[in-house]
């Protein structure tokens, strides 16, 4: 199995309208690499927006770029991170499953690790562990 993993990402995050622009092409340009190394899934670990309202322009990016990743046939999973949720506990990311460009994973804690949970499609991560316990370093 082949995946992709990302994470603070902070999409919309500067005020400087270069600076985003360059934070907003790197995001391009590794989704465009994970495409061309056909990856089984992506793993998008936090943060992908810098804010639990991004920027309308930043939204309509960020939903053409998902829009390729589903036409390629690539399966994304995110956890959602501090900053993608409002006070309210609203989330964009919520619209982006919807959607269904992606599933939102919930997470279970074991003595072992912690363990990723997909129900839409639980072959390709049946739980995936993302933080495994080392019982030697205690």
């Not at 619209?95 to 363990?115: D, S």
Request: net charge negative.
């Amino acid at each position: 199995m082949k995946f992709a993993h990302l994470g603070d990402c902070h999409l919309g995050g500067w005020r400087q309208p270069e600076l985003q622009e360059v934070n907003f092409q790197s995001f391009e340009r590794a989704i465009e690499e994970i495409v061309k190394e056909q990856v089984d899934f992506i793993l998008i670990a936090g943060d992908l927006f810098d804010s639990a309202y991004p920027p309308i322009e930043i939204l309509k990016r960020t939903f053409a770029v998902f829009r390729k990743i589903k036409e390629s046939g690539i399966k994304v999973f995110m956890i959602a991170g501090s900053h993608d949720y409002s006070v309210s506990g609203k989330t964009f990311l919520d619209v982006l499953e919807k959607g269904g460009f992606c599933e939102i994973c919930k997470y279970e804690e074991k003595p072992e690790g912690i363990y990723l949970k997909a129900s839409k499609y639980p072959r390709t991560l049946k739980s995936l562990v993302i933080l495994e316990k080392n019982p030697d370093s205690s």
